[in-house]
């Protein structure tokens, strides 16, 4: 029996970074089921313009492509402009782009560790501060979330850039959702262990690494990026109406020390 997906976004306008593929193709594809108009932000327009022919019809009207890379001011400011015009506001907003890059620390160059920060924490810093000043100007009591990582708080050792960014999403959470809880405006994060998604595939068609992959997470399988786009529409939904600040682990037991899962010697 195929259960008819509920719609506890109709109505709602959503904007999405990063929604062409992996994660992000998951989140857009998921409010659109739900009956949210989706604004997929990505840096080739073509890519969105294919994918959005795939995103449920919804009869608010058609979800948009904005175009833009999330590190560029001018960019940003753009995409959300066009955004919070054609959909005649945002309610709800995706932080979903992300890249890493890998290097040892002693050779890392500071082009690839600034360019990592530029997406992972001015690309969010940007979306959200368009977003903030419309939201504040208007009254509208809207909703964030920020795809951070298990990196967060595991160390990631040779990418330096990616650990650093995924540890400050934290804090930026926490710190918007304090500064504007008062105005209704919710911001909480998602933080995905190892998902089958484009940014791994260094391991997911190799059988080998994929085996490795599976035997270090606890629930011995990576996750799938309908596992993590359920939850972020969770946060972005009403039933999470007293819940900011938040990151929510969504790993498959990766943060829960893995190596303690046996008894090492006593
Ligand atoms: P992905 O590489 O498949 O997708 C990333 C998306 O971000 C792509 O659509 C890409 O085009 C877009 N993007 C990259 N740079 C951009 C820029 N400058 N401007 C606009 N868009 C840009 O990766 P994913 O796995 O889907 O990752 C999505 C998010 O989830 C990232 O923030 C990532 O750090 C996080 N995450 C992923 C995993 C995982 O295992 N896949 C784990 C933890 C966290």
Known sequence: MTSTPSQRFAGKRVFVSGGSQGIGEAISLA???????????????????????????????????CAGDVSDETAVTEAIDKAFQDLGGLDILVCNAGIQIKSPSEAISLA?????????????????????????????????????????????????GYSASKGAIGNMVRTWALEYASRGIRVNAVAPGAIVTPINDSWIHDPEKYKAVSEHIPMRRPGQPDEIAEPTLFLASDQASYITGQTLFIDGGMTLYADFEKNWAS
């Open 31 to 65: 409010f659109a089921r739900e009956g949210a108009r989706v604004a997929i932000n990505g840096r080739k327009k073509e890519k969105l313009d294919a994918l959005l022919p795939r995103l449920a019809k919804v009869a608010a009207g058609p979800h948009i492509a």
């Open 112 to 160: 690839d560790f600034e360019k990592v920060l530029s997406v992972n924490v001015t690309g969010v810093m940007l979306c959200v501060r368009e977003v903030l000043k419309h939201w504040v100007r208007n009254g509208t009591k809207g909703n964030i979330v920020v795809d951070s990582s298990v990196h967060q708080i595991i160390p990631k050792p040779a990418f330096l």
